[in-house]
Nanobody, 122 residues
């Protein structure tokens, strides 16, 4: 019913930058929040940034001042600009969204992207 398609990611040296994109499509009535999680080897998946429909964004402390999440509401897309990357940012990054699905009785559900690898070399 709803798909999240990610792009971006890759290999970068410490101090470099990357930009992730995630586009939502399908039976979308509205999007309540979009954001990013990451999962490093041997660690639990953690919230990186989440932007609500109000425009307010929450960041995990470790990325504040370096990462910026933004949304293009007209295109149902969220971006994650990552600057001054560090080796500890290495992880699989997942797009996440809370979407009200357009059906006879709309309901909210969460959806995940397929994940994209970000590797930061020292």
């Amino acid at each position: 019913q709803v798909q999240l398609v990610e792009s971006g990611g890759g290999l970068v040296q410490a101090g470099g930058s990357l930009r992730l994109s995630c586009a939502a499509s399908g039976r979308i009535f509205s999007i309540n929040a979009m954001g990013w999680y990451r999962e490093a080897p041997g660690k639990q998946r953690e919230l990186v940034a989440a932007t609500r429909s109000s425009g307010s964004t929450t960041y995990v402390d470790s990325v504040k001042g370096r990462f910026t999440s933004s949304r293009d509401n007209a295109k149902n897309t969220v971006f994650l600009q990552m600057n001054n990357l560090k080796p500890e940012d290495t992880a699989v990054y997942y797009c996440h969204a809370l979407i009200v699905v357009a059906t006879t009785t709309p309901y909210e559900a969460q959806f995940w992207g397929q994940g994209t690898q970000v590797t930061v070399s020292s």
